[in-house]
């Protein structure tokens, strides 16, 4: 359904992309993970048909972007990392206004729409400017689906929007999944990749890897230890020298330690015993998909 090959894209001196290959199947709810500045946005406004890329390319629907531009625009509903929508028309009238640029009519689509319009109806009336967060992200999404789109194209939809809001948004999310639409969503949250059927891992302008959640965990396939001592960041140049580290990571208040060959815990906490910490403590955990991210190549 969507197909990206060797994608590259430049801004000047600044890498944005770097052949980056992706398959997205019809009806996946495909998540891109990545940090700011990994190439998100990029990557979106390409398939997008908002920018050209340098070199590659991309199809969508099985039509390449850059020469079915126009076809695409119609197959496509795109939500942009920023507000986009009209802040001095009302709710209704921003609605109004994305049907009719399509030639549709919210009556025409409210089937699709109507589980997230019946949360935005009450402030119907009100201008978009004046809406919280989290009402604003529901609204773009209401206009990016108004003209009943195959294809979902959502940059950062959750950025900044507060913890309930973002699940309400993945559970409208699932339930546009039942429509057969497919969603390529892009997000800073690593909890949120759990909420995908596969996800990209991104980082500077590369895709690191690919998979389901739980496939791309279960590929993890290092002993890792959450290491815990009172001063944070010495202890963590001192376990970057540990002769059985892989790699070591601040995470939160603790480090992550992921090691070469299975060791006893008990050997990392003499370890930095003898360097004189205190407070120490060391726990085998299971890997997170954040540990996927924070320690691939
Ligand atoms: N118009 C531009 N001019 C110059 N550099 C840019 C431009 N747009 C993006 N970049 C740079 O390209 C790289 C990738 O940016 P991109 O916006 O695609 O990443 P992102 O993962 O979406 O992150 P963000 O959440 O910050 O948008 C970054 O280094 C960014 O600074």
Known sequence: MITAQNLSKAYGKTTALQEVSLTIQAGELFGLIGPDGAGKTTLLRILGTLLLPDAGTAFLD???VVESYRAIRRAIGYMPGTFSLYQDL???????????????????????????YVQLEPFKNRRAGQLSGGM???????????HRPRILLL????????????????AMLQRLKSHGITMLVSTPYMDEASLCDRVALMRDGQVLSTGSPQ??????????LAVQADDTYRMLTDLRQFESTYSAFAFGHAVHLSLKAPVWPELVQSYLLNLKHTGVSVTPIAPSIEDVFIHAE
Do not use: M
């Open 136 to 146: 604003k992200q529901k609204l773009a999404l209401c206009c990016a689906l108004i």
């Open 155 to 170: 940059d950062e939809p959750t950025t900044g929007v507060d913890p309930v809001s973002r699940e309400e948004f993945w």
């Open 215 to 224: 496939s791309l965990i279960e590929a993890f396939d290092r002993p890792l």
């Open 90 to 116: 009302t709710v209704e009238e921003n609605l109004h206004f994305f049907a009719t640029i399509f030639g549709t009519s919210i009556a025409e689509n409210y089937e699709l729409i109507r589980d997230i």
């Open 62 to 64: 099985g039509k390449p």
